[in-house]
């Protein structure tokens, strides 16, 4: 099992800036993407950025320009900054972990508790 503890959230300004961290421990050998997710009120969850243990990075468009995803494998932590926060950035955020195992569809994944991002003024 992988164990995925995010932590940074909190209430900001439009505007602001939040950096989000998630530590995975557990069985992490074979890890090799890790990301972002976020489920606003009534909606469903969302990408936000994935990154995968090469640094190949992926965006949501709503998070091109403004987010950073980043990843350091020797601390198994990824990280989003997020930067101009808007009012509907406003969710839960997700950490996300998949890795590979040898039985179809030969992958598995496993997420965090959340953490709240409320952007409000």
């Known amino acids: 099992q992988v164990q995925l503890v995010e932590s940074g959230g909190g209430l900001v300004q439009p505007g602001g800036s939040l950096r989000l961290s998630c530590v995975a421990s557990?069985?992490?050998?074979?890890?090799?993407?890790m990301g972002w997710y976020r489920q606003a009120p009534g909606k469903q969850r969302e990408l936000v950025a994935t990154?995968?243990?090469?640094?190949?990075?992926v965006y949501a468009e709503s998070a091109k320009g403004r987010f950073t995803i980043s990843r350091d494998n020797a601390k198994n932590t990824a990280y989003l900054q997020m930067n101009n926060l808007k009012p509907e950035d406003t969710a839960v955020y997700y950490c996300?972990?998949?890795?590979?195992?040898?039985?179809?569809?030969?992958?598995?994944?496993?997420w965090g508790q959340g953490t709240q991002v409320t952007v409000s003024s």
């Open positions: 557990g069985s992490i050998a074979s890890i090799y993407i």
């Open positions: 996300n972990a998949r890795r590979r195992v040898i039985i179809y569809p030969y992958y598995e994944d496993f």
């Open positions: 990154i995968t243990s090469d640094g190949t990075i």
